[in-house]
């Protein structure tokens, strides 16, 4: 079964740091770009960064750029982002996302 | 950036109905341009790519059309469960962008 499993939400003070995960099965994980899109309660959806399937290209959307790091490791068939320098407005549902595929999410709250 | 504007913001429908939901790009996407569909309180769900391909598993009811600027997602003899909120994609160019999305009322 295709399946993504996202974990590492939390909740995290401003200014924190907080590391998401996102588990591939099912699929070829190293011959498909990646993605994180990121969804603000009752909001809606804003892609937030893509990674090339050999980890060679990043693209990041203006808001999290110079903040959050995507990256993977393909042996592991696992997708990470990083997220740096925490603002109340990263609070949202991470979600990673595949070949048309998309994982559960991961609640990330940044507040104090 | 490319800017997706989807119309309308909401309807309301009943069962058997045909909705369309309609998306404009600000630039010309090519067929760069994908369907999602999310019900309450789960994660969105693909269901058309390239415009036109429908994905592996989603019921034949859903079709989708267009290139350029202007694309059209069409929902035959609509399903309660077809209730939800339905987002436009470009991914032509990066920043990938949604629409705003459309709420389907039953």
């Known amino acids: 079964e295709v399946q993504l499993v996202e974990s590492g939400g939390d909740l995290v003070q401003p200014g924190g740091s907080l590391r998401l995960s996102c588990e591939a099965s099912?699929?070829?994980?190293?011959?498909?770009?990646m993605h994180w899109v990121r969804q603000p309660p009752g909001k809606g959806l804003e892609w937030l960064s893509t990674i090339g399937g050999r980890g060679d290209s990043t693209y990041y959307a203006a808001a999290v750029n110079g903040r959050f790091t995507i990256s993977r490791d393909n042996s592991e068939n696992t997708l990470y982002l990083q997220m740096d320098s925490l603002r109340a407005e990263d609070s949202a549902i991470y979600y990673c996302?595949?070949?048309?595929?998309w994982g559960q999410g991961t609640l990330v709250t940044v507040s104090s | 950036d490319i800017q997706m504007t989807q119309s309308p913001s909401s309807l309301s429908a009943s069962v058997g109905d045909r909705v369309t939901i309609t998306c404009r790009a600000s630039q010309a996407i090519s067929n760069a341009l994908a369907w999602l569909q999310q019900r309450p309180g789960k994660a969105p769900k693909s269901l058309i790519y390239d415009a036109s391909s429908l994905l592996s598993g989603v019921p034949s009811r859903f079709s989708g059309s267009g290139s350029g600027t202007d694309f059209t997602l069409t929902i035959s003899n609509l399903q309660p469960e077809d209730f939800g909120t339905y987002y436009c994609l470009q991914y032509t160019a990066y920043p990938r962008t949604y629409g705003q999305g459309t709420k389907v009322e039953i």
């Open positions: 996302v595949g070949p048309w595929i």
């Open positions: 099912g699929f070829t994980f190293s011959t498909y770009d």
